[in-house]
């Protein structure tokens, strides 16, 4: 198989992919502030992060995935306003922080389940890592890296200015980001700042903050955003470790920031290779809460499409490209599923013995697997992958329709389905066990069957929808008969 290539933002080119410590891989992902449901926008970034880990584990790596739980609250939530949503949240609901974020957890935990994203190692939460935070901030402050303002944004700030190369992610110098240009775009910013790109590592809370606070040596306050993902991926991958993912929306900010601060503390780089996913647009303009066009998972379940279909519709495109959401391309893309999933379940119930063509059909499947795992290791080109799946699928489907397939080159092509679905994480495996019909659905099978055989077809049709609307089943007329199969759950 071939080695893996990706792209790396903090280089701006494709690079061969080379972890530290073979066959081990480390992967920290940022998680969600959990004070609302994830849109399916985020779900793009945890669905290529989870491609990502599927691919590199089908390569032999044993991946170690780390994603963070923002459920301390942060003034970066929003930014535009400076809000803490995860607190006004709880406030608005007459709840506490920690109950809104547990059950905002469990929606998200939720969520990525239905999306076939695999569990990553650890899910750690901002809370219970305060200390490891506070230990990374007293190391900065040791070194004269952070600076206390006293007003009303009160808190410990990094100063930039002291970190080589800040910017460096995003391909910016520090003296562009802080040019006068760039003062009067950012106005909101706390006097007392000594560069326009200096950040809180450490908030001071008044007396009227009760929760999400904690004592310390440097104040009773609660932490910047940007710590927690520096303590908590160093906490469990190492001072330096292989890669770093997120959406391209962190890359300025909120990376930028991680590197400054972890690089200073550690003196060591901090992340070989950065992965980040680019947006899920609605009309051309990211898919975000603040600007109202968001869709949740539950939002598109109750419009009739099953998840694995809206990451299928995501894996037709590939992770840097931005792809623009319409329920028109989800509608294709839960019928192109079910279509997939009934080839398979055919593959499936395939009862020959041999055809004389099998041997050629096996050399057919091997080359689509080739063409397969060599896009997905060309920088995880989904797109390209799905069309040598789409190869193999057409060919197979025309072979079962002549009944010209046996059983040994069935299940040959169906062990290359497989081995593409543990990248694509599709579901096919749900479809190859050949399934019992329903109670009650053979004779509903039979009685239409009878109503062509008399042509009657408004009843057929009327059959045909009974089946599917209690069954979930799709009855297919060919030359050869009747075939029924399962539609995508
Ligand atoms: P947030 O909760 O805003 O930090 O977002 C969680 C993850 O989703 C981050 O990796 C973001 O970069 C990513 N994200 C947010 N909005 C979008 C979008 N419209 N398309 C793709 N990824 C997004
Ligand atoms: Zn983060």
Redesign the pocket.
Known sequence: MPAIKMYNTMSRSVEDFKPIKPPSVGIY?????VYFY??V??????VFEDVLRRALAHEGYLVTHVMNL?DVGHLA?DADTGEDKLRSEATKEHKTMAQIADYYTKAFIDDISKLNILMPTRIVKASDHINDMLALIESLDSKGYIYQIKDANAGWYFDTSKFKDYGKLSGHTFAELNSTQQAGARVDRPSGLKNITDFAVWRLADESVKEMVWDSKFGRGFPGWHIECSAMSMKYLGNTFDIH??????IPI?HTNEIAQSESATGSKFVNYWF??????VNGE???KSKGNIYSMDDIAKKGYTPIAYRYFLLTSHYRSQQNFTFDALTNSQNTLNSIYAVVQKLSKVSSKFSKSDKSTIEYAENCRVKFFSAISNDFNTPEAIAAMHDLLSKSAGLVENSDIGVDAASGVLNVLMDFDSVLGIGLDNYTKARELPEGAAELIKERDSARGLKDFAKADQLRKELEEKFGIIIEDSNEGTHWYFKAK
Do not use: E
Request: with cysteine; charged share 10%; glycine share 12%.
């Open positions: 992902a940022c998680g969600p502030t994830a849109h926008g985020n779900m793009r970034a945890y923002t939530s993912c997120g959406g391209i929306d962190h909120h980040h996913v680019n947006f899920l647009t990211k898919m975000s």
